[in-house]
């Protein structure tokens, strides 16, 4: 079944087209250049930005696919959660191509469609596995048991560690998004250089406050002045403090639940000190471990395309009054049911 996966919920805008699991095309227009003078996402510029570009990114979609619009057949698009503008172009940019085309239109989880990523990997997970769902926006562990069956064990309590990265580069003055220029600073710090807190150690859940609270004392104590040998030393520490908790909570997770397989997926899977170290602890625990690449890691339309196919082929779809959520959290397709509409 030929595809077309659109996706809004932040700061890209994607379409990619898939067909039997398979990505025939995956289009990213970022947006990081409008929003990097703000040090983070300005909602209202998001909207217009996805207004202008989405037309295009389609286009090119198909284009990449060599397909042309007839062809395809059913269309996913990202209903929640997110940034409620954000969301509503893509969707009704979906309602509209669904409408003109006869074809069926369905809404799909932004949460999920990161687990679904690692589908789209040649190695692909099999159920059940244990998921570490982390992004600018989420920081949660779920023992996914089929699709759209979930049981969240654990989650932060306040900030998102993609946050912790983004708010620790803002105070740092480094750019925007921070997870990338840390994850790049960081290479040639000392990750052991300065001790900041592992939180919540004996709870599943995480908490990123005060891994920020206490840059900021430190950086006040320094008098903010740092040369660039310590700056990359605090960079380094502070990631490793991150990197610490997601690896052990998320492991900690699939040993509890006798479950041999753990998926790592959302923006921050593509920090590669987490890659390498979640690789080295899977392996000494034997468990079998499943990262997207880099590519399917950030936020992307391929996602979106693979698990709205799936729904698809299982019958599901949406009317076309079907309405963006800011707010979606991931529950049993049973419960879930009484939220849609
Ligand atoms: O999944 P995503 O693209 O959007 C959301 O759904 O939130 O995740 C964006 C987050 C941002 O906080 C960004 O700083 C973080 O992912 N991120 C990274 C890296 N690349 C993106 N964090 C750490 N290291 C990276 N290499
Ligand atoms: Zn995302």
């Known amino acids: 079944m030929f595809v077309l996966g659109i996706e809004s919920s932040c700061d890209e805008t994607a379409a990619a087209v898939v067909n039997n699991g398979n990505l025939l095309s995956n289009v990213i227009a970022s947006q990081i250049k409008d929003h990097s003078a703000y040090g983070g996402v300005v909602p209202e510029i998001a909207s217009r930005k996805h207004i202008e570009a989405i037309s295009a990114v389609i286009t090119q979609a198909m284009a990449d696919a060599g397909l042309i619009l007839s062809s395809i057949e059913g269309i996913a698009v990202t209903r929640g959660p997110g940034l409620i503008g954000s969301l509503l172009v893509g969707l009704s940019t979906a309602k509209a191509l669904a409408y003109g085309l006869s074809i069926p239109l369905v ?58 990265f983004d708010k620790a580069a803002k105070l740092l003055n480094l750019g925007y998004p921070g997870g990338v220029v840390i994850d790049r600073m960081a290479k040639k710090g000392n990750p052991g250089a300065f001790d900041f807190p592992r939180a919540m150690k004996d709870s599943p859940d995480f908490s990123f406050s005060g891994l920020k609270t206490s840059l900021l004392t430190m950086v006040k ?16 520490s502070y990631q490793e403090a991150i990197v610490d908790v997601l690896v052990d909570k ?82 049993p397709i049973s419960a879930a049911g009484e939220k849609r509409g």
């Open 221 to 236: 104590k320094l008098g903010g002045h740092f040369t660039e040998a310590e700056l990359a030393d605090v960079v380094a």
């Open 107 to 164: 809404g799909v989880n932004h949460l999920e469609g990161h687990i679904m990523a690692s589908f789209l990997a040649e190695k692909k997970p099999g159920f059940p596995f244990v998921a570490l769902v982390v992004s600018g926006g989420h920081t949660n562990v779920y023992l996914v048991k089929n699709y759209h069956e979930f049981q969240l064990l654990g989650q932060t309590r306040d900030d998102a560690a993609g946050e912790a």
């Open 250 to 331: 998320t492991l900690k997770a699939a040993v509890n639940h006798h479950v041999a397989q753990v998926v790592v997926c959302g923006g921050v899977a593509a920090n590669s000190r987490l890659r390498e170290r979640f690789a080295t602890a899977a392996a000494e625990k034997n468990l079998e471990l499943f990262i997207p690449p880099m590519i399917l890691c950030t936020d992307n339309a391929a996602m979106i395309g693979a698990l709205g196919e799936i729904m698809l082929k299982n019958g599901r779809s949406d009317s076309l009054d079907l309405n963006a959520v800011s707010r979606w959290p991931l529950v």
